[in-house]
């Protein structure tokens, strides 16, 4: 186990994180940074000893939009991940630009409740249930899966 140090910023947020590999020598130091936007607060890149590391971009409604790690994907294109969302702000997909992985679809009910995940051919249905009195479940109507669903009655 090495030594830790955090500092904060003048917000409460970590903007480094010192470790030492020889803390009584005061050697091996390795510094990781995070970068926030001046008047929103959304964190914008962390860097590693190295100065690699991710950067993050986000919607105007502050949802994350894409994280570009700094892993390429051909040449020097590195590999990003893309959120989009819909209207009400809900997850609609996450994508990348590898090629390689799948990408996720999400829908959602009229009350904003995920309904179904879809990776490429697959589609996992999301159960729904029906409170009876004294918030006790019901109902629930899951899909056929090949492992069984665990149900048990509880407060929801």
């Known amino acids: 186990m090495y030594p830790v140090e955090y500092a904060y910023d003048t917000q409460g947020r970590v903007k480094t994180m010192t470790t030492w590999q020889g803390f009584a020598a005061s050697t091996g130091a390795a510094v990781t940074t995070w ?55 809900d997850l609609l997909t996450v994508s990348y630009n590898d090629g390689v992985t799948l990408s996720q679809t999400n829908t959602f009910d009229r009350r904003g409740r995920i309904r179904s995940t879809s990776r490429s051919d697959v589609t996992t249905r999301q159960p729904s249930c029906r409170a009876a009195a004294f918030g006790i479940l019901d109902f629930m109507d899951a899909p056929k899966l090949p492992y069984p669903l665990p149900v048990r009655q509880a407060p929801i």
């Open 35 to 89: 970068s926030y936007h001046t008047n929103r607060g959304w964190l914008l890149s962390k860097r590693y000893n190295d100065s690699k590391g991710p950067d993050y971009t986000y919607t105007a409604g502050g949802r994350l939009q894409s994280r570009q790690w700094w892993r390429t994907v051909s040449g020097s294109t590195r590999l990003t991940t893309t959120n989009t969302y819909n209207t009400a702000g």
